[in-house]
T-cell receptor, first 109, second 116 residues
Framework: QKEVEQDPGPLSVPEGAIVSLNCTYS??????FMWYRQYSRKGPELLMY????GNKEDGRFTAQVDKSSKYISLFIRDSQPSDSATYLC?????????FGTGTSLTVIP | GAGVSQSPSNKVTEKGKDVELRCDPI?????LYWYRQSLGQGLEFLIY????????KSGLPSDRFSAERTGGSVSTLTIQRTQQEDSAVYLC??????????????FGPGTRLTVL
């Protein structure tokens, strides 16, 4: 079993839709949770960071962590064509980082 | 300021050849990471440097893989006797210091390696 599971998609939505991206994990020691965005032929860039359980909002992006269910989510409101990218979740117990496989998202104008 | 740079951006090599991939981290970042990204596999951790030392080499897939870092800055990942399964994008990331999971990693654009 992988440490982090993420549906690879691809996911295709119309502009303006709400997007929900999710990851599950098995290691209860994970305390730090991140979402990265990766455009084609580029390196990943940090989008959201959350420590432990709870919600965090930044503009159109909301990250949620449910440690009891070992489940994290990223919501994108009013999605834009510029949001088209691969989204990777990542998590850490405090030393090493574990990444999901990434979900490919396309926002259609 | 300048971000993490990697060279070459693309490398095509023949099976059995050795390759060297280079990473220039952000100035002042003491922690440096190498990852491998294959289609459908996500990011696979290879090795981590703190300064010039590599306390965590647990991700290197075989003894054909090695890495070094000199002067606390530039790092080179070397793959000897390349195999077709080594084909992937090799990503480098750096961070200020690996003190905890709060340390933000900044990624380079990657080197796309193709082994024929």
């Amino acid at each position: 079993q992988k440490e982090v599971e993420q549906d690879p998609g691809p996911l295709s939505v119309p502009e303006g839709a709400i997007v929900s991206l999710n990851c599950t994990y098995s290691n209860s020691a994970f305390q730090y949770f991140m979402w990265y965005r990766q455009y084609s032929r580029k390196g990943p860039e940090l989008l959201m960071y959350t420590y432990s359980s709870g919600n965090k909002e930044d503009g159109r992006f909301t990250a949620q962590v449910d440690k009891s269910s070992k489940y994290i989510s990223l919501f994108i409101r009013d999605s834009q064509p510029s949001d088209s990218a691969t989204y990777l979740c990542a998590m850490s117990p405090g030393n090493q980082f574990y990444f999901g496989t990434g979900t490919s998202l396309t926002v259609i104008p | 300021g300048a971000g993490v740079s990697q060279s070459p951006s693309n490398k095509v090599t023949e099976k059995g050849k050795d390759v060297e991939l280079r990473c220039d981290p952000i100035s002042g970042h003491t922690a440096l990471y190498w990852y491998r990204q294959s289609l459908g596999q996500g990011l696979e951790f290879l090795i981590y440097f703190q300064g010039n030392s590599a306390p965590d080499k647990s991700g290197l897939p075989s003894d054909r893989f090695s890495a070094e870092r000199t002067g606390g800055s530039v790092s080179t990942l070397t793959i000897q006797r390349t195999q077709q399964e080594d084909s992937a994008v090799y990503l480098c990331a750096s961070s200020l210091a690996r003190t905890s999971g709060t340390d933000t990693q900044y990624f380079g654009p990657g080197t796309r390696l193709t082994v024929l």
